[in-house]
Each structure stands twice: as structure tokens, then as C-alpha cells.
């Protein structure tokens, strides 16, 4: 039985008595495998697992001579081996010894403690050999996995040893191919570099460093420890390196620089964008604060100006009030009162228009028209005072002009007219024009279509250079005793430029003060593809009460008011001239009075409390009539209707508007014609 505590020895000897003899000497320290065959002890070192430390084998066996059998047992085992020998056999113990195949060997005769001593000697050398292997294996083994690339070089350079990580990192196939070589002879990548590398660790016994190698898989980086080794002298025999792929660490490392410098940007370029932010956001509040000053200057100014035709109306009537005035006076001063109650009028009309312009509210009606007859129309409403200023008035329209364009009558016509009026109010002697014409498309493909220009000229005080930049301005009079000596809101320019501007048009003016002024606009010039013209209605024009002088006098009229000041002043006029009057103060009202009398008109207010004048009409218009007696005809009576109210008031039957504050003429016209065969109504 082999015990494991002990070594083994195996020993062959044809000669049992020997065997017995060594196995006696030694099995004190040793296992003694014994065999009296070489084959036999061949065939147990080929398959048992029995590993000897020392095979001990005779010379002289019939079946094989001992250093023979030794040769084989080399090649099976790694244990040492030892001969026993006559001194007959020197001849193949010295071939023995000199080929390596054997430890030692024993001269025969022997003596137990002369074996038992080279035994032990054997058996120790075996030890070592066994450790300095398992010491090989371990070490190669710790260098060919390790994924680092490690190398030793002799003083010149050349390879000693490298593992395959390192001979992978240089592109050669098995790290064996290096050994001898230097890295010039390997002739790989960067060999130059790195033999300097190497000399300046030779010199300083220790680097370390980064090194880029630009390979196949792009570019690897390392980090390089270089360090010498000595020998058993202390002199140094070569270099040991180990270089560490660190290409991963380098990425991230790039990476986390350039997020790094990608994240200074970025709060470089936002706190730009709050500073930005901040100079914007200080900016709109200055232009909110420039713009809230604006409103509260225009604020002041408007509440100046109806302040100012105000205090006529009311000290006018204070005046009246008081009484002790004598007829003549009292005509003058109920004169000026109605001045001033109409200069409200007109400034409250253009502060409207101005605020629904800013509102962005004006929409434009487009339609056909003939500018021609706009102009005439204009023109006919200021002849009356330039001819009572003894001025000339005249118009020459461009025959290029075509008889029908595209234009919002209404507001084109609003233009025209201030810029007449002005000139017509602005101008003591001398005359004043107007000249149409067209300034044809500018050249080039994007140039356009062809511009109506209208200049209007006139011979009167003119206005400084200084003030014509502000005069398309609210409120821009040139100076204030200009509103004092020609009257005027200041409004009349700003209103047109809007009007213009929306008109997508232009407007400006040169003047020289003393000599004249001139107004100009110009629009886009469109001219309508096949519509019938709608000849531009002149405003209405009422004929005089006078011309109704035929018709019967005393209507019966039932005014729907809910307002009393209003229901005086109508039903007095109305009275007046012999017309019967009936007040209901609402609509609802109106309903039963027209349900139970008979009327040849109704004056409609549309704005009532308890039933307005829209569904009152609606309700007259139901209610069951007799040919004897028809539902009388209606006129709207109103402080203002917007275009869709307008459509409203149609729908059920309204076209007959007059607006309030209440024209005498325009209501005596209707008081007496509307309802009767000839009459077409005075639309307002
Ligand atoms: P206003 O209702 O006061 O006339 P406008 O806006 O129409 O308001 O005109 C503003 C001011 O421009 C006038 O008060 C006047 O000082 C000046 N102005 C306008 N037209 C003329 C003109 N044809 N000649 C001289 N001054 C003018």
C-alpha cells in the first residue's frame, strides 16, 4: 500500500535481494515502489499515478540496461535519477551522466547511509525542480492572462520574454516570435519611440508614462511602466514593462472634458440668455412705461378737450339760465352753444374712430367706386366756405384714372375731406387744389402694382419744418392758438395716416410757412375685375322742410325714447311744426301703443330698459294689422350703430336710420316724408 505522507522512490533491480537491501535502507523515509523488471516499472511509471521523486535503477538487468530504462523514465516522469553502478559499467554511467539522464548514481558495493544520503540529496533536487516549475507555470500563467502587456528586454533591448497580450499589442503572431529580437527587427508599429522610451529607463531605473499607438482598431492608449532588473550582482540586466491599456479611461476621460466644457457653454451661453432675457424684459417695461405715459399724456389731453367745448355748453347755459339777456345776445350765445356742443361732437366722433383703429377693429369695406365722384363730392361740401373766403377751388383728375376702382368709399372719402377742409381752414387767400393721378408700377419683377397719388395744395400759412414731423401725430396742432383762431381737434391727421396706413398707403405733406402747404397720399391702385359700379351715395342730403311743403302738416308720430332730455328736444321740434307727438319710454311700451293707436311714424330708439327697439320692431311687426291700419313706418333713432347692429336693425325691417345728437333738418325731413309715397327715407 503506497502511504501519501511519504515520497516516493522507485527502484529496479533485476535482483530481488538489492531491492529488498534499498527498500530496507529507505523506507524510513520513503515509499519504496520496487520492481525487478525495467518494462514492468515503465508500464506503472506510463499509467500509474504515482509520481516518484527518485527512480533508482541497476546497470546490468537482462531486459535493459539502466541508463537505457533511465532515458525512457525521463521522458515519463519528472523525477531524478540515480544509478546503481560497478565500477565495470563507468563507461555508460559517464555517457549516463553527460546526457543529462541522471542525478547521481551509487558505486556498488553501498552502504545504506551512503544511499539513504543520496537518496535524501535526490529526492530534495527533485523538490526543487518541481517548485521552480510549479513557480514557471504559475508565472506564465500570470502573465498570459493578465490583459496588461508585459515584456522583459535584456540591456540591448532585445526580447527576453513578453506575454500575448503584449505580442498582440505589437501585432505578432506568438510571443516566442520575439525573443532575440529588438523592436527595430520586429519591425513593429512605434518601435523607435519606444526604444527611446526604453534607453531613458534604462538610465533612470523607473518611468512611467501615457503613449498613443495608432493601430488597426484606431487609436489605443497606454500607460507604460518601465523598470530595470538586476541580476545576482546588483547590475542591471534589462528592462521589465508593463503597459496598460487605458484607451477606455482616456474616452471617458475626453468625454467627461468635453461635457465639461459643452456644460460651461452651455451655462455661458444661458446666463447670455437670462442677461438677455433681463435687458428685454427691461426694455418692454421702459417701452410699457413710455407707452403708459403716452396713454395718460393722451388721456390728460382728451379730458383738455372735451373740457374745453364743455365749459361752452355749460357756461353758455349758466349764462342763459341767469336770464336779463336781451334777445340778440340770447341768439349769439345759444349760437355758440351749439358750436361747442358740435366741436364735442366732432372730437368724441374722432376719438372713437381713433381708439377703433387702435383697436385694431377698422375693417376696410372694398368695393367699386368712381373716384371721380368721390372727389366732386368732397369738393362740394368746402366750397360753401372757400367761397365764403373768397378762395379758388379746383380739381384735375388724371384722364389715366379709371372710371371705376377698388376702395373703401367711406373712408377714402374721410381723407379727402380733411385734407380739404384743412387746407380750405389754413388758408386766407390764394386757392386750393386737388390732383389725381396715377404713378405707374415700378419696374422690376417685384415691383408692384400702379399708385393713385392725391395731392391736395394750398396757398395758406403752411407749418414750420419742425413741427411736420409730429403732425401725423394725436393732437399735433402746430400751436395752440391755431386750435383757438380755426378750431379742430388734432385729431383729423393722425385719423387719416391710420386710415392710409391700413389702406396700405402712404401720406405726407411739404409745406413753407407763409407760402402753402402740400398734402399727399398714395395707395395701391386696384381696379375691380367685372362689377357693376356703385356710384359713391353722397351723404345724405335732406331736402329742407320747406320742399315738404305740400304734404300734410300734423302727423301723428309716437317717439319710443327712454331718455328724457331726448324726449323733450324731439317732441318740441316736432310740435314745433305742428306734428302729434306721443312718448312711450320703452319698447315694450311702444308695442302696446302701436297695438291700440294710429300712427303714420314711430321714432325708434334701439337702447331702452325693459324691451329694446330690436325686439320691439319685431313684436310690432307680428301683431295683426288691418289695410285701414298698417303698421306704421319706423326710423331708428340712435347715438350710434356699428355695421352688424346696422345688419340687425335690417333684419327685422330697419333701414331707416338717424343718428343722434339729433340734426333738426334730418328729422324734420323724416317727421314729414317717411311713410308717404315719394319718399325714399333719409338714410343716414
Ligand atoms: P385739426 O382738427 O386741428 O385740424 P389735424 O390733425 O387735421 O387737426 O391737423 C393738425 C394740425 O396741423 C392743425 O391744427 C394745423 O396746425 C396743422 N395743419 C393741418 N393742415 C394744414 C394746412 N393745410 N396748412 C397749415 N397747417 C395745417
Redesign the pocket.
Known sequence: MIGHELPTVMVVDDEPEVLTAVADALEDEFNVLTSTSPLVARAMLEEDDISPVVIISDQRMPELAGHEFLRWARELSDATRVLITGYTDIDALGAAVNAGQIFGYLPKPWTPEKLRRLIREAAEHCAVRRALAEERRLLSHLMNSVPDAISFKDRNLRYLRSNWAHAEALGVPDPADLIGRTDAEVGAEGAAGREAADRAALAAGITVSDTALDGAAGRRWHSVVRSTFTGGDGAVEGLVTIARDITPAKEAERALSEAHATLERRVAERTEDLAATARDLLAARKAADIANEAKSRYLATVAHELRTPLTGVIGFSELLLKGGVSPGEWHRLLTLQAEAGRTLL?LLD?ILDLSKIEAGRLTLEILPLDFRALVDDCLALVRPSAAGKGLSLTSTVSGALPGRILGDPTRLRQVVL??L???V???AAGGVSLAAEIDPAPEGPNGGPSRLRVV?T?T????PPE?VSG??EE?????ES??RR???????????RRLVEHMEGRIG?D?TPGQ??R?WFDLPLAVPVAAPVVTVAPPPVIEAPAAAGARPKGRRILLVEDDRSTQILVSTILRGVGHQVEIAENGAAAVEAVDKGSYDLVLMDMHMPVMGGLEATARMRALTRTPDRPLPPLVVLTAGVSVEERERCRAVGLDIFLSKPVDLEKLLHAAANVGLPAENGPHD
Request: glycine share 20%.
Open positions: 366732432g374722432d380733411n385734407l377742409t384743412n387746407a381752414k389754413f388758408t391736395i394750398d395758406g400759412i403752411g407749418i413741427r403732425l401725423f393732437f399735433s396742432q402746430v400751436d391755431t386750435a380755426f378750431g379742430g381737434t388734432g385729431l383729423g391727421l393722425a385719423i387719416c405733406v409745406s402753402g402747404s398734402f
